[in-house]
C-alpha cells in the first residue's frame, strides 16, 4: 500500500502535457466506484483494475468467535460428523477487471467489462469428536474468468454543479461452479472433493444490475458523490449467490489539476444464497448457504492521479483502501480485514 502510493506520487512529478487541459483527477471517482462517468459522443476508454481482499477469524453475526466456538456449532448437512470439524483460517481473493468503454452519443455510453478472479483458503481440519484436537491443515485454491457485463450508462442531467446518471448492466457468470479440491477431512484422509460456494469463481447465473449516480461539485476543489445499486439474480442454475444492494458516498478533495484524494463510506447488503449444490457437503461453515451474504460498511480511501505515462491522452492512475467498519455477516462466515484496489484507465 505504502508502495504503491509512493509509486503514485512518483508518477505524479511526471505531470501532465497540456493536450487536454480540462481533464482532472477529480473527474473521475475513486478507483472502486464503477460506472461514475460517462462519455463524449465517439470517446473510447480502456480500464483495468487489480483488487486484493483478505479475510482471517470467524465473527458469527458481526460477533468474533473462536476456533473452540466453531467446533462447537452443529454439521447441519449430514449426520456425521455432529459439529463443524474444519475451521477456515485465512482467505484472500484477488480479482483482475478489464473494460472497455465507448460513447455513441453524448447521452449514451456503453461498457463491456470482464472479470478474472482467483481465490485461496488455508483450513485446520479437527478430530469430530472427543478432544477435537488439530490434525492438520492444507489450502485450496481456485482461479478463472468469473464473469462479464455488458452496461449501458445514460446521462440524464449535467449542468456546472451537479451531474446525474443511470446505469442498466447485464451480468453473465462465465466460470464453473462446481470446481473441485483435494480437502484433508476429520477422519485424516485427503479428499477429492466440490468447494464449498465461498471458493467457486462464479456461480452460472445471469444478473441485471440498475444504479444511480449524481456527481455534485461543493465548492471549485471539493466533490460530493453519491450512487445506489441493485444487483438481482435473473437466471441461476441450482444455486446462486443472492441479491445485492449498495450505497455508497464519497467526498474527493483536488490537490492539484493532476491530483486528487478522496474518503468514501460504502454500505453492502447481500442475500443468502438461493437453492443449493447438493454435492458440498463437507462439516465447514462455508458449506452451508445460509452462512452467506450480510450487510457490511466500509470505509474508504483513495487517491487518482494524471499521468503522462504511454502515448497519446493522459494516463489516469487509481488506488483505494477499503477498511471494515462494521461487518454484520449472516451467522458464521470469515471476518474481511481490508480490500485494496489499483486501477489504470486510458481515453483512446
Ligand atoms: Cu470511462
Not at 113 to 142: A, C, P, V, W
Not at 185 to 210: I, K, N, W
Not at 318 to 331: A, V
Amino acid at each position: 500500500m505504502r508502495y504503491l502510493l509512493l509509486l503514485l506520487i512518483i508518477l505524479g512529478q511526471k505531470t501532465v502535457a497540456n493536450d487536454k487541459a480540462t481533464s482532472r483527477a477529480v473527474d473521475h471517482a475513486p478507483i472502486g466506484v464503477m460506472f461514475d462517468h460517462y462519455h463524449k459522443k465517439g470517446e473510447w476508454m480502456i480500464s483495468a483494475r487489480q483488487s486484493h481482499m483478505e479475510m482471517t477469524n470467524n465473527i458469527f453475526n458481526g460477533n468474533a468467535v473462536s476456533v473452540a466456538d466453531v467446533l462447537e456449532m452443529p454439521n447441519p448437512l449430514s449426520i456425521q460428523p455432529a459439529n463443524l470439524s474444519i475451521v477456515p483460517a485465512k482467505m484472500g481473493m484477488q480479482m483482475t477487471m478489464v473494460g472497455v468503454m465507448f460513447a455513441p452519443t453524448n447521452k449514451i455510453t456503453l461498457m463491456a467489462m470482464i472479470n478474472y478472479i482467483s481465490k485461496d483458503m488455508n483450513l485446520n481440519t479437527h478430530q469430530e469428536i472427543m478432544s477435537r484436537d488439530l490434525i492438520g491443515s492444507f489450502s485450496t485454491s481456485t482461479s478463472d474468468v468469473s464473469d462479464m457485463t455488458i452496461s449501458t450508462l445514460i446521462k440524464l442531467k449535467e449542468d456546472d454543479k451537479s451531474r446525474w446518471s443511470g446505469e442498466i448492466s447485464l451480468q453473465k457468470s462465465l466460470s464453473q461452479k462446481d470446481i473441485e479440491g483435494n480437502v484433508l477431512t476429520p477422519m485424516g484422509q485427503t479428499m477429492e472433493m466440490v468447494l464449498p460456494y465461498a471458493m467457486q469463481t462464479g456461480d452460472g447465473a445471469s444478473r441485471f444490475t440498475f444504479g444511480i449516480t449524481n456527481i455534485r461539485k461543493i465548492t471549485d476543489n471539493l466533490i460530493w458523490g453519491n450512487q445506489v445499486r441493485t444487483k438481482a439474480v435473473i437466471d441461476e442454475d441450482a444455486w446462486a449467490f443472492g441479491n445485492q444492494y449498495s450505497v455508497t458516498t464519497w467526498l474527493q478533495y483536488e490537490v492539484s489539476r493532476q491530483f486528487s484524494v478522496s474518503t468514501r463510506l460504502k454500505f453492502d447488503h447481500e442475500n443468502k444464497i438461493l437453492g443449493r449444490n447438493l454435492s458440498v457437503v463437507a462439516p465447514v461453515q462455508t458449506a452451508n448457504t445460509e452462512n452467506y451474504g450480510g450487510k457490511e460498511l466500509q470505509l474508504g480511501l483513495g487517491a487518482n492521479l494524471l499521468a503522462k505515462l504511454l502515448h497519446g491522452k493522459n494516463d489516469r492512475l487509481g488506488l483505494e483502501l477499503l477498511i471494515p467498519l462494521q461487518q454484520n455477516k449472516n451467522n458464521l462466515q470469515m471476518a474481511t480485514d481490508y480490500k485494496i484496489i489499483f486501477g489504470y484507465q486510458k481515453a483512446i
